[in-house]
């Protein structure tokens, strides 16, 4: 299973319509178009094998041990669930200080869950990546008003993502997602 944060920002791939002024309208106010500096986002945690996506984690917080393991509990563990049954699984994360933590390593033993070895600074080996940027793409033309209606776009565009499309990213990511003995890992 592998799984790894994402920011979304309400004005993500919609930077609104283009203005064109002539010579001396650089101050007329139908040429001006207000912007956000610090647009309104949300950290969302998620979870994808080859047989679908798992369930969503909004973060109210930065991610820190704690927090971290309680959506490994509370999301990662009903998303194996679903994805997997009853069936052992790997899982798969980045290197980030909470999910490298000590603790964090003590909660998968405790669980009886290993965790994939995983290369330092490489993120874009993980097929989530790429699923986040999909996800993206799905939504760029989305115009939601608030953090709210950004939650309920993120949450109806991961719906719609099939586990074929999961299964392509995978096994289009597979070679690189290989432990250290060369073998395959499973997702």
């Given amino acids: 299973m592998f799984s790894d944060e994402s920011k979304f920002c309400i004005s993500f791939g919609n ?23 610090f647009p309104q986002s949300v950290m969302v945690w998620g979870a994808m094998s080859s047989a679908g996506v798992g369930l969503l984690c909004f973060l109210k ?26 069936a052992d699984f790997i899982s798969q994360q980045d290197l980030a200080p909470a999910h490298s933590a000590k ?20 993120p874009d080996l993980n097929p989530i990546e790429n699923l986040w940027g999909i996800v993206k793409r799905k ?19 991961w719906a719609l993502i099939t586990h074929e499309q999961c ?6 990511d597979t070679p690189h997602c290989c432990s250290n003995s060369g073998k395959r890992s499973p997702n």
């Fill in 103 to 122: 603790a964090t390593s003590t909660w998968f033993k405790d669980h009886g869950i290993p965790v994939l070895n995983w290369p330092a600074n490489s």
């Fill in 139 to 157: 939504m760029q033309y989305a115009r939601p008003k608030n953090a709210e209606e950004l939650k309920a776009t993120i949450r109806a565009t």
């Fill in 61 to 86: 917080s930065k991610v820190n041990t704690a927090v971290y393991q309680e959506v490994l509990e509370h999301f990662m563990l009903p998303a194996a669930d679903q994805l997997y049954g009853d």
């Fill in 167 to 172: 299964h392509r990213l995978i096994d289009s």
């Fill in 15 to 37: 930077q609104g319509p283009r203005v064109w002024r002539k010579r001396g309208e650089a101050h007329s106010p139908r040429c001006l178009r207000s912007s956000v500096k």
